[in-house]
Every structure is written in structure tokens, then in C-alpha cells.
T-cell receptor, first 118, second 114 residues
Framework: DSGVTQTPKHLITATGQRVTLRCSPR?????VYWYQQSLDQGLQFLIQ???????AKGNILERFSAQQFPDLHSELNLSSLELGDSALYFC?????????????????FGAGSRLTVL | AQTVTQSQPEMSVQEAETVTLSCTYD???????LFWYKQPPSRQMILVIR??????QNATENRFSVNFQKAAKSFSLKISDSQLGDAAMYFC???????????FGAGTILRVKS
């Protein structure tokens, strides 16, 4: 158990629908990152939050949105789903400390949420 | 923008042998961090090893070691005494500084033959 919890583990839905993926970061981690991994492909960065605020944005579609709540959990909302949105969605968390600190700069990943759009 | 390139889509190694996975990256930064992550069939992303660019000494973790060539922007992973459980997709990743996102390469599938 990495300490990063993602729910649901699997989700099957239809085109045009909306889903919400949830992530609870590791205790003490302030940053949350969302990545998308399509079939047999690398991980594409979607978005990062730090202590409730958006910090960086990657190749995230306008149909997708995310937020990080005061308790530091995060949600990724995917709407108007298309077949191509079928993928494994990873959440990762990290602690932000000064350079050299033990454990710094390491992203810890959750087990992922597998989304299938039919 | 920083990029990470893994030029070997797939590699094979005999059990107990040694294999090296290649990774190159492009950055104009002087301080950064490099990682190798393993993704077994379970799809979990597992950190294998990390290297801080300011450290000249190559990182090692048991059977895993890296060859970090900062000037050449090269970061290869050597797996010694390969085991069946090493079979997985391996991703090389770059991080500019603390608090920043990871940029991943496309991955290398490692197959281990018994």
C-alpha cells in the first residue's frame, strides 16, 4: 500500500456521461498530481495542485477539471466522455520540502482508476 | 520544455543476466532529479531508483544501479542478476525541482526469460 488512495478502482460508463475520480494523498503530502495513461502508452501529466491551489497544468482537456479540497483530497471530473477517454488515471502525491531532505521530490502513486467508456 | 527519451521500446534478458535500459533527457536546468519507475502487470507505479543531479555518485539500490552522465544528459538503468519479477514496463522520469511535476519517457518493456 503506497498510502495514496484512489477510488473507484474500475469504472465503466457510456459516451457522453460524466464521472468523478477521487484521490486521497499520502499523509503529510501537500501536492497532488493527476496523470493519464492510455493503453500501452506513457503517462501524460494532466494537472497539479498544491495545498488547494492549482500549480501546473498539462495536456488536460477542457472537458476535464480537477480540484483539491481543504482536507487535501482531490477529485478529477471527466465530462462528455468519449471512447478515447478510456484510460488508467493515476493520482500521485508528494511532500514539498527543501532540496536534499529525505524523501523529497519523490512522487508516490496510487493504484490508479481504470476508466472504460463504451 | 523538458523531454525524456527512451529509445528501446522492448528489451529481453535471460534470468540471472544483466541488462541496461537507456534514457536521455533534454533540459537547460542545472539542478533536477531523475527517476526510474517500474510498472508491473498490476499497473502500479513503483519507484525503483532516483538520482539527484547535484550528486556525482551514481545511485544504487540492491540489484539496480544507474549510470548518470550529466554532460551527455544520459541516465541508464542497470539491472543485475535479473529475476522473473523484474519483468515490467520501466519508465524514466525527470523532475525539474521539488514541487514540480514528473515528465516521463515512453517506457521500455523488459521481458525476462527463464
Amino acid at each position: 500500500d503506497s498510502g495514496v488512495t484512489q477510488t473507484p478502482k474500475h469504472l465503466i460508463t457510456a459516451t457522453g456521461q460524466r464521472v468523478t475520480l477521487r484521490c486521497s494523498p499520502r499523509s503529510g503530502d501537500l501536492s497532488v498530481y493527476w496523470y493519464q495513461q492510455s493503453l500501452d502508452q506513457g503517462l501524460q501529466f494532466l494537472i497539479q495542485y498544491y495545498n488547494g491551489e492549482e500549480r501546473a497544468k498539462g495536456n488536460i482537456l477542457e472537458r476535464f477539471s480537477a480540484q483539491q479540497f481543504p482536507d487535501l483530497h482531490s477529485e478529477l471530473n471527466l465530462s462528455s466522455l468519449e471512447l478515447g477517454d478510456s484510460a488508467l488515471y493515476f493520482c500521485a502525491s508528494s511532500v514539498t520540502v527543501r532540496q536534499g531532505a529525505s524523501g523529497a521530490n519523490v512522487l508516490t502513486f496510487g493504484a490508479g482508476s481504470r476508466l472504460t467508456v463504451l | 520544455a523538458q523531454t525524456v527519451t527512451q529509445s528501446q521500446p522492448e528489451m529481453s534478458v535471460q534470468e540471472a543476466e544483466t541488462v541496461t535500459l537507456s534514457c536521455t533527457y533534454d533540459t537547460s536546468e542545472s539542478d533536477y532529479y531523475l527517476f526510474w519507475y517500474k510498472q508491473p502487470p498490476s499497473r502500479q507505479m513503483i519507484l525503483v531508483i532516483r538520482q539527484e543531479a547535484y550528486k556525482q555518485q551514481n545511485a544504487t539500490e540492491n540489484r539496480f544501479s544507474v549510470n548518470f552522465q550529466k554532460a551527455a544528459k544520459s541516465f541508464s538503468l542497470k539491472i543485475s542478476d535479473s529475476q522473473l519479477g523484474d519483468a515490467a514496463m520501466y519508465f524514466c522520469a525527470y523532475r525539474m525541482e521539488y514541487g514540480n511535476k514528473l515528465v516521463f519517457g515512453a517506457g521500455t518493456i523488459l521481458r525476462v526469460k527463464s
